[in-house]
């Protein structure tokens, strides 16, 4: 039965290769509609990193975090979508290269 | 060994799809693709004993975090002339060396994790417990976050409302 | 009459604010009116004062309020009259007024009429505050005050570069002086905790032994002050170039009063110079040294201004050389009798210059006697008096300080045979000056006819001049009485006759013979020797190549900032910096993603690597 269950290095390394993947589209997108799902891809390993360690500990506490991740996800992603139609308008653009005006 | 198999599955097609996502031209097609690969993890996060965790996952990420995506898609009606711009932008010159760092950072983490041992569940850890120690020692963070909402709230509204109102 | 003491230096100042304050806009007689009314009433008040104590001779002590108190520092504002004091204030506050008189005409077409009275207020002021006050702190502010005034004075016509170059030159050299004299100050007051004169002066004489190392210090000092003040060797060499101010300018401050600083500093000190023989060594050395050195110039000079000038670094000579030797009351009296011929001479070339066009040139006057009788005259009095030609109020202060030199111990003879010397050469010069300007023919004709207010001062200053030897002067109670040794007979008649010869040989060289006039005197630039001379024995050149040269290299690497370029260096290399940096602040959002990745790899590199390191121990 043991070795039947879940190993929790497995869902780690889920976890591990979906930060990767979204990081990846994070530096290779410029439309930043993409940007903002890979963020969201991003949080979204990190709370499974953190659920596994939850429950492999059998503590409610990944949860907890996970609660929180998911909060903070709400509020990005509300205030990026927000600033996404502030660039449509000033830009008529979503290309994030065209917004470079804070260049030292 | 069902809940092993269900758990590759699951776990190839979250990471399929996620790539998928990450290659689309089309906004709403990678939206799909991501949707279903939060799908997936919910499977994962029910798999490990964390049935809570799995429901939120399908009613606030999929649900209610996506559907905001596709509002905002559609309002802004991107149309097909976003498409060819966005398949140029992804030629090799342009991925590969970031692939080449991402690849770094994953044999990297990979040689970190690699370490771990031991199974990923321990028995499910039920809501209730979930709720008591949200309202137990957690307290604080709960309150924070509210108000990070709130701000959040406030934040989005006043970006989106300029743009109701002239564009 | 004692109440009213302080009106006396007040009223000039508050004459002086007055004109500074409306100098745009009031009427020149008006202005007139205050610049010389004011001085003119400190002279009626002092002239009371004067009387008073002849009358009564009691020390006067009035303490107006308490200057500034810091720890043992005590100075207060208050004024000490005595015999000397009397005589200074005589003598500033009535050929003062006599000056002013004078310059209401010869400045009357002056543009700045009232800042030139304001200035001249002003450093009345400043010079009685300087020989009225009880303390040496008090003293200094009116010293400096003098200095200040001066420099606005000599600097007065600023449009031209070179007079501001006179006063900053003037301003500057004095300065030094004044430092040491501030040393001085500091060094008296470490030793004694007071900087009161009278009481300085007792504890002085009570702690001291003669000749202490401490004391030659403090007297030292005091003279490089004093001797910056009156232009003695080595700091002598602004006061001919001070001649750039206005020529009754140079009569009040340059001849009269301010210049004679020093020796009324010295001789309101002596009770401290007679503790330190060395000391009044140096000053008669340098008195005579320098009277020799300055008579010699003014030999071959052509400006009748500079001529005037050396002749006074020449006679201040004389008085240092007095109070070396010890004689205090023969020096004021010749600072007295000076103060008059030398004004009146000043005065004179004022009222030539004014009617030459501004000529300075003694060869481009001549035959003047005829058109200007009242300036012959004042010029022929204050000639003789200059020369000390018997019966003339310079021959009887002259010859004390000549007597008095001969009887000092030690070096005596010599400090007599120098002061002989220069005696001789200065009767040649005088004369040399009365016969080329007044005698021969007519160069350049006088335009107009000096006013009352020209010929008042003169005729004033030349009736002082002839009688001023027969004054006696309050003094007997302040300074130490001489046992005078009666000298020998010839001492007395060479003394007498050295003027005479030295008129004489003028009028062989210059009435009797022009034609064997040598080019030496006439000519300056064609010789080396007098070309020398002419130059104040190039020590201007000399002071230029070991002072003012390496300074003005020195300042010029310093213009360019060499400590600073080291931290510029700093602000450089930050800046390019900066420029670098910046560049990585491209605006791109994946450029920052991608940096963000790189440093993440790179710590998690370390964390790879590190725990290892620390586990092993």
């Known amino acids: 039965m043991q070795e039947l269950t879940v190993p929790l290095n497995h869902v780690l390394f889920v976890s591990t290769l979906l930060f990767t993947i979204g990081m990846l589209g994070l530096m290779i997108r410029r439309n930043i509609i993409f940007i903002l799902m890979s963020l969201e891809v991003m949080l979204n390993a990190s709370a499974l990193a953190f659920i596994a360690a939850g429950a492999h500990w059998g503590q409610p506490d990944g949860q907890v975090i996970f609660l929180l991740i998911l909060s903070v996800a709400a509020a990005e992603v509300a205030v990026g979508l927000g600033l996404v139609l502030q660039i449509q308008k000033r830009f008529k653009t979503l290309d994030m290269d065209n917004a470079n005006r804070m260049r030292g | 060994m069902l809940e092993l198999t269900l758990f590759y599955i699951a776990s190839i097609v979250a990471l399929s799809a996620t790539v998928l996502a990450m290659t689309r031209t089309n906004a709403i097609h990678a939206l799909i693709y991501l949707i279903v690969s939060l799908l997936a993890i919910a499977v994962i996060f029910f798999l490990i ?50 692939a080449i760092l991402s690849l770094i950072l994953l044999v990297e983490l990979l040689y970190l994790i690699s370490t771990v041992e031991g199974p990923a569940s321990s028995g499910s850890v039920s809501p209730k417990s979930v709720g008591l120690a949200l309202f137990g020692p957690y307290v604080i963070a709960v309150e924070l976050a509210s108000m990070l909402l709130l701000s959040g709230l406030v934040g989005s509204y006043h970006l989106g409302r300029r743009f109701l109102e002239r564009g | 009459m004692q109440e009213f003491i302080w009106l006396i230096p007040l009223l000039p100042l508050l004459s002086a604010i007055f004109l500074m304050g409306f100098s745009s806009k009031l009427p020149p007689n008006l202005v007139a009116c205050f610049g010389t009314g004011s001085v003119g009433l400190s002279a009626f008040l002092t002239c009371n004062l004067t009387l008073g104590y002849l009358k009564d001779p009691d020390l006067l002590t009035v303490t107006l309020w308490t200057w500034m108190r810091v720890s043992d520092l005590n100075a207060n504002v208050g004024f000490h009259i005595d015999g000397l004091t009397i005589v200074m204030m005589m003598i500033i506050t009535c050929v003062g007024f006599l000056i002013h008189l004078f310059s209401c005409e010869f400045m009357a077409h002056d543009k700045s009429y009232a800042r030139y009275f304001a200035y001249l207020n002003m450093f009345v002021s400043a010079m009685l505050v300087l020989v009225m006050s009880d303390n040496l702190l008090l003293l200094y502010l009116g010293w400096e005050g003098v200095g200040v005034c001066s420099y606005l004075l000599v600097g007065f016509w600023y449009q031209h570069s070179s007079n501001g170059r006179a006063a900053r030159k003037a301003f500057i050299v004095t300065r030094i002086g004044d430092t040491a004299m501030m040393l001085g100050l500091l060094v008296l007051f470490t030793e004694f905790r007071t900087l009161d ?130 004689a205090w009351g023969a020096a004021v009296f010749h600072l007295m009798t000076h103060a008059f011929f030398k004004a009146l001479l000043f005065l004179g070339s004022g009222a030539i210059i004014h009617c030459l066009h501004h000529e300075h040139d003694i060869f481009k006057m001549g035959g003047l006697w005829r058109r200007m009788p009242i300036t012959f005259a004042s010029f022929l009095i204050g000639c003789s008096a200059l020369a000390a030609l018997p019966f003339t109020s310079g021959f009887f202060s002259k010859d004390l300080i000549l007597l008095s030199a001969y009887q000092l111990k030690e070096f005596g003879p010599i400090l007599w045979a120098g002061g002989l010397l220069g005696a001789l050469v200065t009767a040649l010069y005088s004369f040399r000056l009365v016969f080329i300007v007044f005698f021969g023919p007519i160069q350049t004709f006088p335009d107009k006819e000096n006013g009352w207010k020209i010929s008042l001062p003169l005729i004033t200053l030349c009736i002082l001049s002839l009688i001023g030897g027969y004054f006696t002067l309050p003094l007997n109670s302040l300074f130490p009485i001489e046992q005078m040794r009666h000298p020998a007979l010839w001492v007395e008649v060479v003394s007498i006759i050295t003027p005479l010869l030295g008129v004489l040989i003028a009028y062989m060289l210059f009435i009797r013979g022009p034609t064997r006039v040598p080019k030496l005197l006439t000519s300056p630039h064609e010789n080396r020797l007098s070309h020398f001379l002419f130059l104040g024995w190039k020590l201007d050149e000399l002071y230029d190549r070991i002072l003012v040269l390496p300074y003005t290299h020195l300042t010029s690497i310093l213009l360019h900032e060499p400590i600073d370029k080291l931290y510029n260096a700093v602000v450089l290399l930050n800046q390019k910096l900066h420029a670098l940096f910046s560049l990585s602040q491209s605006g791109h959002m994946r450029w920052y993603v991608v940096s963000i990745v790189i440093g993440f790899i790179m710590l998690l590199g370390i964390a790879i690597t590190i725990p290892k390191g620390l586990s092993q121990w």
Not at chain 3, 208 to 230: D, H, N, R, V, Y
Not at chain 3, 264 to 273: D, K, N, P, Q, V
């Open chain 3, 197 to 326: 004169i009278q009481s300085l002066v007792s504890s002085a004489q009570a702690r001291w032994q003669t000749g202490e190392f401490i004391s030659t210090l403090a007297c030292l000092l005091l003279l490089a002050g004093a001797a910056g003040k009156s232009a003695q060797f080595p700091l002598h060499t602004w006061l001919p170039d001070a001649m750039a101010g206005p020529t009754p300018v140079s009569a009040l401050i340059h001849a009269a009063t301010m210049v004679t600083a020093g020796v009324y500093l010295i001789a309101r000190m002596h009770g401290l110079f007679i503790i330190s023989p060395h000391a009044l060594l140096a000053i008669a050395f340098i008195g005579v040294g320098t009277s020799l050195m300055a008579a010699f110039s003014a030999l071959v000079q052509t400006d009748i201004k500079r001529i005037l000038a050396y002749s006074t670094i020449s006679q201040i000579g004389y008085m240092f050389l007095a109070l070396g030797v010890g």
């Open chain 2, 49 to 98: 004993g964390a049935p809570f965790a799995a429901a939120l996952e399908i009613v606030i990420y999929a649900g209610a975090i996506m559907v905001l995506f596709v509002f905002v898609i559609m309002m802004l009606n991107l149309g097909e002339r976003g498409d060819a711009r966005e398949r140029q932008l992804l030629q090799p010159n342009v991925w590969l060396g970031p």
